[in-house]
T-cell receptor, first 114, second 114 residues
Framework: AQSVTQLDSHVSVSEGTPVLLRCNYSSSYSPSLFWYVQHPNKGLQLLLKYTSAATLVKGINGFEAEFKKSETSFHLTKPSAHMRDAAEYFCVVSGPPGTYKYIFGTGTRLKVLA | DAGVIQSPRHEVTEMGQEVTLRCKPISGHDYLFWYRQTMMRGLELLIYFNNNVPIDDSGMPEDRFSAKMPNASFSTLKIQPSEPRDSAVYFC????????????FGPGTRLTVT
């Protein structure tokens, strides 16, 4: 079975400091992993994806994530937070092969302090 | 590309009324997903289609909910009769069959049932 755990429901950082949003997954096969961002009253936007190629994945807006199979983790990072990064972030693992379903984490709300 | 288009963006209706939500997927995509997002339950997959055929409707809450996809460029989610507990944001997403699985989300329809 597949599952995904976002370890922090809320994260606060100061503008200009690094961001770390943590995600652990469980999967009985080699999954695809994604991070999505949702700004208030908006839809979900794909930040980046891992699909068994390079383990360090670069996404939009300066975000990146590293797939660590030994730790079953896919943490999202950014070197320097900006006010516009304040949003909710979802870690997603692909469902069983062939189903095209997503398994969503519960989300992490990122607050950026001026 | 215009992305996934949903209408209406906001819907306010009275309990017992029929509600129809609409979605136009990205042209060429062959998977379409309907989700519901609430504070209490997060993001839930309601149903998804492949090539206009419903594949998995196990997330549809009850018989009051129905979804159709009459052609590759249009889908509807209908609630009849609506109840206050149906109040949520409903998202449509589309995807293209292949190895990478990523889904592209629409802006959502915020439904309020009074």
């Amino acid at each position: 079975a597949q599952s995904v755990t976002q370890l922090d429901s809320h994260v606060s950082v100061s503008e200009g400091t690094p961001v770390l949003l943590r995600c652990n997954y469980s999967s009985s096969y080699s999954p695809s992993l994604f991070w999505y961002v949702q700004h208030p009253n908006k839809g979900l936007q794909l930040l980046l994806k891992y699909t068994s190629a390079a383990t360090l994945v670069k996404g939009i807006n300066g975000f990146e994530a590293e797939f660590k199979k030994s730790e079953t983790s896919f943490h999202l990072t950014k070197p320097s937070a900006h006010m516009r990064d304040a949003a909710e972030y979802f870690c997603v693992v692909s469902g069983p092969p062939g189903t095209y379903k997503y398994i969503f984490g519960t989300g992490t709300r990122l607050k950026v302090l001026a | 590309d215009a992305g996934v288009i949903q209408s209406p963006r906001h819907e306010v209706t009275e309990m017992g009324q029929e509600v129809t939500l609409r979605c136009k997927p990205i042209s060429g995509h062959d998977y379409l997903f309907w989700y519901r997002q609430t504070m209490m339950r997060g993001l839930e997959l309601l149903i998804y289609f492949n090539n206009n055929v419903p594949i998995d409707d196990s997330g549809m809450p009850e018989d009051r909910f129905s979804a159709k996809m009459p052609n590759a460029s249009f889908s509807t989610l209908k609630i009849q009769p609506s109840e206050p507990r149906d109040s949520a944001v409903y998202f449509c997403a589309s995807s293209l069959a292949g190895a990478t699985y990523e889904q592209y989300f629409g802006p959502g329809t915020r439904l309020t049932v009074t």
